[in-house]
């Protein structure tokens, strides 16, 4: 009898492979719904999955007609509810103890600082003078940041008491309403990406990251696997599965954000349990041969994972990220995709289209997406094709 998977937020990507090993129910939020969603999903229900007794009280009615075998979310908006319903329902799906520290970065940082692991000064802040306090109180430099946020969405470094007032606002501009500052952490930024059995972490994945850099550290490109030393890998992996198992982290994929600090010690900055954004699913598919939503749904669902083909030993994307700019055409996309070793171009830029501030990973405007023998190798070929692509601008 084929299974049946509640999925509760998604992209197209995941709603379709789950539904290659099973019969999906979907909850979307409106904004995601999507055509190859509908197509894929045997039942769809559009609403505010960010509600989780809404998403409780639809998946109990639905699970009294047809039993869910298992409930997952491969999307922010949707972790809280699916955990809910996991607990409500009874059935196979993430934590609910583990998704709501890890959707809480007040919560996670004092988890972690109360246990001694990844300790870093950090502080709740209501308003522009808690931010000053905190400021003065540390020495600075900070970081301001939702507490739920994601994306780069919200984030600002202060370095001094001039730059609270714009940090503060641009904080809250995606109307969420708690913030925290911590103690910045310097170093080149890296994402871990894993999965997880009956609490055994497997590192699947170390992803070097590229950013704007201060004050908003928006992600403008990805490289697999990271050029670090083996002894730098082998304290990341030791960090982040001490993480996953000191949140209760027990099934599933998890997406995990640190910094290597100068002594060599690695820094979380974050960890979520969904799978990396920003196609990093897709490097992890190219690179390593792992299908991290089929694993995972196939886990939920006690079917044994379906095999992937790796592709290349390494793979690297970046990221089409311009603002305040007009565009006036764009140009060889087609001579782009050509270049050998490029996966995929994807450009969302039209004629007369206004760019306006980059502010955070949803404002960028596509990528390139390559394979290569080396990381190096990988990350020349994109930057090869994105110098192909010919995009004039109004004066």
């Known amino acids: 009898m084929t ?12 709603v379709m492979k789950a539904a290659l090993d099973a019969q999906v ?24 999955i960010e509600s989780p007794r809404e998403a409780v009280l639809l998946a109990r009615a639905i699970h009294e007609h047809q039993p869910f075998d298992a409930v997952a979310s491969f999307l922010d908006a ?25 959707r809480d970065k007040l919560a996670l940082r004092k988890l972690l600082n109360d246990h001694g692991v990844s300790t870093v000064a950090f502080q709740r802040c209501d308003t522009a003078a808690d931010v000053d306090r905190f400021l003065r109180a540390t020495a600075g430099p900070i970081v301001l940041k939702p507490a739920s946020g994601s994306g780069s969405s919200g984030v600002s470094k202060i370095d001094c008491e001039s730059q609270i007032p714009s940090a503060f606002e641009w904080a809250k501009m995606n109307r969420h309403s708690v913030l925290i500052a911590e103690a910045y952490v310097d170093g080149p930024e890296y994402s871990v990406e894993s999965l997880t059995r009956d609490g055994v972490h497997r590192i699947v994945a170390i992803t070097e990251k590229y950013t704007t850099g201060a004050p908003h550290f928006i992600e403008i490109g990805h490289r697999l696997p990271a050029p670090i030393p083996q002894i730098a890998r082998q304290r990341i992996e030791d960090l ?22 100068g002594t060599g010690n690695p820094v979380i900055i974050e960890t979520q349990l969904r799978q990396g954004g920003g196609q990093i699913w897709e490097m992890v598919e190219l690179a ?9 749904c196939a886990y939920l669902l006690g079917l044994p994972p379906s095999p992937t083909a790796k592709k290349a030993d390494a793979a690297a994307i970046g990221f089409l990220a311009h603002q305040h700019k007009t565009v006036r055409e764009v140009r060889n996309l087609e001579r782009a995709a050509m270049v ?17 501030a980059l502010t955070s990973a949803k404002s ?15 990350w020349e070929t994109v930057q090869e094709a994105l110098a192909e692509i010919d995009i004039e601008w109004e004066q």
Do not use: W
Request: charged letters at 20%; proline letters at 3%; one cysteine or more.
């Open 3 to 14: 299974k049946h998977l509640l999925v509760i937020g998604a992209q197209d990507s995941s």
């Open 25 to 48: 129910t979907l909850f979307q939020v409106p904004r995601l719904v999507s055509g190859k969603q509908i197509a894929s999903a045997g039942r769809a229900c559009v609403f505010d």
């Open 78 to 102: 949707g972790l809280l509810s699916a955990a809910h319903v996991a607990e409500t329902l009874r059935i196979p799906g993430n934590s609910l103890e583990a998704v709501a520290t890890t």
């Open 240 to 261: 982040v599965t001490r993480v996953l198992s000191l949140i209760g982290h027990r099934v599933g994929v998890a997406h995990t954000e640190l910094r290597i600090t």
């Open 288 to 296: 390593c041969g792992v299908d991290m939503i089929r694993e995972t």
């Open 340 to 356: 050998p070793g490029v996966v995929r171009v994807d450009c969302r830029l039209n004629r007369g289209q206004r760019i306006d």
């Open 364 to 378: 960028r405007q596509g990528y390139v997406i390559a394979v290569g023998e080396t990381p190096a190798i990988a």
